[in-house]
């Protein structure tokens, strides 16, 4: 963690989960003069508490949601990490008002509550399900990276920056498919599969904290940043998790769930066109056009060389002998499988850049 949280208080919406109680450690660890978790389940805010027994914790029960407990948690507060949501892609599918609710409306009260009090910089977590998005989660995700990019254009003199940080499956995150898995394996039962050819991008927790660091680093008001990752078949996901783990790798093929796509995409085309090389990582300006766009209905705009969209599909992909080596440098899937961590994994993308991953 950098410097410029030394000292400073910080607060973390839906700070319960896996990435809030990661990226918490990781600022107590640094020296953050104080920690709030936002968040709506108590009994999750006691564990956490428990856990870390740090007199610099502060908890608050409230919701994104409602504006006055967002505007109680964020007052006296230098940075956010917005990371409450509705993740789930089939609750989201049955309960898409809700998804509304909670994604999008109490991302915008996140936002108006650290302009009102002056908050250096708001990070807000997103999904690659918010590119092309086909499902109800994905779509209100995608609504709130517009909301943030909206209040940096609109708002050009304030004194908060608001970016956008967007990565795929996050391993052994709460909710996630790896603990399933071993679930599945340590009952004797097959891991259950949708589609044993679908893509996915693979990150660890601490590469989510990495990548929400770095935007806090380098961002300018309505930035998007991706950090390049690796991706897998779910296929090959299982038969790593298995070896890993010791077991005969048994699945049970269950067909594709509501919403579910064949791949993800981090990066549309025209996000690519636009984005800037950070090494392990992608920054995408934001587009600051006015609503005047008389200059491209009679000259167009300059069209740089054809690029794909950047997808778990034509990104780097790891067979099952790779899937093992990343998980096996993963330090929750280790401490959860009771063996040591293997050396952190390089993906081409590292390799060039010189960053691990």
Not at 172 to 178: A, D, F, L, P, T
């Amino acid at each position: 963690m950098t410097s410029d949280l030394s000292g400073a208080t910080v607060l973390i919406t839906g700070g319960t989960g896996s990435f809030g109680s990661t990226m918490a450690k990781a600022l107590l660890r640094e020296g953050a003069a104080q920690v709030r978790i936002l968040s709506r389940d108590e009994a999750k805010q006691d564990d956490l508490r428990r856990r870390l027994g740090d007199e610099r914790m502060r908890f608050y029960v409230g919701d994104v949601r409602d504006r006055a407990s967002v505007d109680d948690a964020t007052r006296g507060v230098d940075k956010v990490f917005h990371a409450a949501a509705l993740k789930q892609v089939p609750s989201c599918e049955f309960f898409p008002s809700q998804a509304v609710l909670t994604n999008v409306t109490g991302s915008h009260n996140v936002i108006e509550a650290a302009d009102r009090h002056h908050v250096g910089s708001v990070v807000m977590l997103s999904t690659d399900k918010a590119v092309y998005p086909i499902n109800a989660m994905g779509m209100t995700k995608a609504l709130m990276e517009k909301t943030a990019q909206a209040f940096a254009r609109n708002n050009p003199r304030s004194s908060t920056v608001v970016s956008v940080v967007r990565y795929g499956n996050v391993l052994h995150s709460r909710g996630s498919v790896v603990p399933l898995f071993l679930e599945q394996l340590r009952a004797d039962r097959p891991m259950t599969i949708t589609n044993p050819e679908m893509t996915r991008f693979l990150m660890s927790l601490q590469e989510s904290v990495d990548l929400v660091r770095h935007a806090l680093q380098h961002a300018e008001p309505g930035d998007l940043f991706v950090r390049k990752a690796p991706a897998a078949t779910i296929g090959s996901l299982a038969a790593g998790v298995a070896e890993l783990a010791g077991y005969e790798p048994r699945t049970s093929v269950i067909g594709t769930r509501h919403g579910e796509k064949l791949f993800e995409t981090l990066l549309s085309r025209e996000e690519v066109l636009r984005a800037e090389d950070h090494g392990a990582y992608f920054r995408v300006p934001l587009d600051a056009r006015s609503l005047d766009y008389g200059l491209f209905f009679e000259q167009g705009e300059a069209q740089k060389e054809s690029l794909d969209d950047y997808t778990s599909h034509n990104a780097e992909r790891l067979d099952t002998a790779g899937v093992v080596m990343l998980l096996g440098s993963v330090s929750e899937v280790t401490a959860d499988l009771g063996v040591e961590p293997r050396p952190a994994v390089e993906n081409a993308a590292s390799r060039e850049h010189g960053a691990m991953v």
